[in-house]
């Protein structure tokens, strides 16, 4: 199958790549001509022009934008609108906010374009990993582009089935679902993103907890002295706090066991602070998760080793680096 990618970063060019790997043909467009000769080189049709762009694709016309959620996407949604005909699929598969995926849909639907909304998760990783994807839309457009999603999704790997999964959709297992109508997969990876800050907080918070148990004024732990590169290490294996997360943290431990490449000021990608607004606007309960984005706003001001620990854990599964 056919697809066209505009955005060639860490993800979109991994994802054009772990396509090619599974048969499939890309086309390919970014800003930086850098970026698309890379890939020509590696079997995508590079062009140098979003016009040139829509041209190489075959109907019905199949484009993924994978660009930094705001202007840039908007723009290149809305141009890629005026381009493509009825019956073409457009997916955003960045961090935009479910509500411009809904707005985007409407617009895009009186001329028969198709809008698909990808929330993606893998980060650096997916190229043999797989994307854990999160889909809203239309399901006829969903449906269509399934041999896309199969192929960029992890499948079923050597995770053990969930019992009473029998005669259910098979998708969910392979790593990736159907969420809903436009929008619905946007909104997923925002909560999923927003429920990823509180679990790196609690992880960060209670290794800084076990750093510092040493200079305690509690004469009982005097003697404390934790080796966390040990620690996280037997956490991983049979601990039920164990997660991908944490091997991850392991592994930063173990290259660095002060974290000293990290300043500890921690950014974040606006889908927390939507995933809170969203729990205003529902009069949902979410303590946990606000505080954790609190902490990060914090952490630019004053940094603690538990900030270290989230931005090893952000540069180790994102590759995002700190802003200094």
Same mark, same amino acid.
């Given at each position: ?236 294996? &049979? ?7 944490? *091997?991850? %943290?392991? +592994? @930063?431990?173990?290259?660095?066991? $002060? !974290? ?11 889908? &927390? ?7 205003? *606007?529902? %009069?949902? +309960? @979410?303590?946990?998760?606000?505080? $954790? !984005? ?31």
């Amino acid at each position: 199958m056919q697809l066209g990618m505009i955005g060639l970063g860490r993800m979109g060019g991994n994802i054009v790549r772990r396509l090619m790997r599974g048969g499939h043909a890309c086309v390919v467009y970014d800003q930086n001509p850098a970026a698309v000769a890379g890939l020509t080189g590696e079997g995508a049709a590079g062009v140098d022009s979003i016009e040139a762009f829509v041209e190489k694709l075959v109907a019905p016309k199949v484009a993924w934008v994978m660009l930094p959620a705001g202007e840039i996407t908007e723009a290149t949604v809305a141009r890629l609108g005026l381009l493509l005909g009825r019956g073409d699929i457009i997916i955003d598969g960045g961090n935009s906010n479910y509500k411009d995926d809904v707005r985007r849909s409407k617009a895009l639907a009186e001329k028969g374009v198709q809008y698909v909304d990808a929330g993606t998760s893998g980060g650096v990783w997916g190229l043999e990993r797989g994307y854990c994807m999160m889909i809203g839309g239309p399901r006829a457009a969903v449906d269509h582009l399934d041999p896309i999603l199969a192929t960029l999704a992890p499948g079923m790997g050597s995770i053990s089935r969930t019992p009473g999964r029998d005669n259910t959709d098979p998708r969910p297992e392979k790593g990736y679902m159907h969420c809903g109508p436009t929008g619905s997969g946007h909104f997923a990876k925002m909560v999923h993103n927003g429920i990823e800050y509180g679990v790196m907080q609690a992880y960060g918070e209670g290794l800084d907890i076990l750093k510092n148990v040493g200079n305690s004024s509690a004469p009982e732990n005097a003697g404390f002295e934790f080796n966390l590169t040990d620690l996280t290490e037997i956490w991983r294996r &049979g601990s039920v706090i164990s997660s991908w997360l944490l *091997d991850l %943290t392991a +592994s @930063a431990l173990a290259r660095s066991p $002060a !974290l000293s490449e990290f300043s500890g000021a921690v950014e974040d990608s606006g889908e &927390g602070r939507w995933t809170i607004n969203a729990a205003v *606007d529902e %009069t949902v +309960s @979410a303590e946990v998760l606000t505080a $954790a !984005l609190y902490s990060r706003f914090r952490s630019r001001k004053e940094h603690t080793f538990t900030e270290k620990v989230l931005s090893a854990m952000r540069f180790a599964f994102g590759g995002h680096v700190e802003k200094l």
